[in-house]
């Protein structure tokens, strides 16, 4: 029984691989949205979760730390990935939603009837450009290069002013980049690699085109909502995008307010630590009202959530 079970599931992996395969490395529409089905919103035609774009806008002000917390307590606990990135300009974020690639080291047959493929469904250009053409406006090109650095440079500095008119956007990469000069010079595109290589792009095939991925220790949904910082990247569930930036929101008003009271000595550390009392939340909403249009330009609070703090 033990046999035939793990047979069985050597035969389905195979068939949703060949599946991928047969059509360009796609995931059909119909399953994209099975994969995920708590999200109500619109969609891509290709049923990718298509977050809204004042939801990426306020996601750009929210920490990892922030939004780490708020969606492991909805039970997605290995959505961080970390370690060692090299980032082409460190104090700049990138946000935006996920459309993924998945490559591996080139196999020769299997090579010739993805291109073959690719012909028959009217895509041109290498298959490493195939992602590229996908992209639209507020999407980030997440790539698993299975950490390959020479002859593992998914893009230069031609794609990367490509991906940037397509997506406004910039790139998240487990493998390697060329031309950081020239990339550098793309005002508002951004890259995450795993380093920096002069060489070109060898021995490798795309095997997956906007499917899951692996990015490290994250899986990774085309359509998550991808947030980069300096600590790393962390991959938003598209349905909890919404619940991240709200929340996080009150974190920061709440924090400021917090912050700025011990400082004045109105009160201490211990009373802002625990519950705090009726008064010292009527005094919170008086501050936030009187400090909306602060909260707005320096915190990044949106006019929503301080109307809610006020009327709470």
């Known amino acids: 029984m033990r046999y035939l079970k793990s047979y069985s599931i050597f035969v389905f992996a195979f068939c949703v691989l060949f599946q991928f395969s047969s059509e360009a490395q796609t995931i059909p529409e119909e399953k994209l949205i099975a994969l995920t089905p708590e999200w109500e919103g619109e969609r891509f035609d290709d049923g990718r979760p298509k977050v809204p774009a004042n939801i990426l806008e306020r996601m750009e002000h929210v920490t990892i730390e922030e939004a780490w ?4 307590e909805e ?16 104090d700049e974020p990138i946000v935006g939603r996920a ?15 993805i291109k073959a493929q690719g012909e028959k469904d009217g895509r041109s250009g290498p298959p490493n450009t195939w992602p590229i053409d996908m992209l639209e406006q507020g999407d980030v090109y997440i790539a698993d290069g299975y950490g390959k650095v020479k002859d593992g440079t998914l893009i230069g500095d031609r794609l990367g002013n490509t991906i940037y008119a397509n997506s406004g956007n910039g790139v998240v990469f487990h493998g390697s980049s060329r031309d950081r000069e020239g990339l550098s010079e793309i005002e508002g595109f951004n890259a995450f690699v795993r380093a920096w290589h002069p060489s070109f792009i060898q021995e490798m095939m795309l095997i997956g085109l906007n499917t899951p991925t692996r990015l490290g220790s994250v899986t990774v949904m085309p359509g998550d909502v991808v947030l980069a910082k300096k600590e790393g990247v962390i991959f938003i569930p598209a349905h909890l995008a919404q619940k991240v930036v709200d929340e996080s929101e009150v ?28 008064e010292i939340e009527v005094d919170f909403k008086n501050w936030v009202e009187e400090n909306s249009q602060r909260l707005k330009e320096e915190v990044g609070v949106s006019q929503v959530t301080i109307d809610n703090l006020v009327e709470e």
């Open 69 to 72: 917390g708020i969606i492991r």
């Open 75 to 90: 039970g997605y606990h290995n959505q961080f990935e970390g370690g060692k990135w090299e980032v082409l300009h460190p």
């Open 251 to 278: 974190i920061r008003v709440r924090d400021t307010f917090a912050h700025e009271k011990v400082r004045s000595g109105t009160y201490t550390a211990g009373q802002m630590d625990t519950e705090w009392t009726e």
């Open 99 to 113: 459309l993924t690639a998945t490559y591996t080291p080139a196999r020769p047959a299997v090579q010739e009837q």
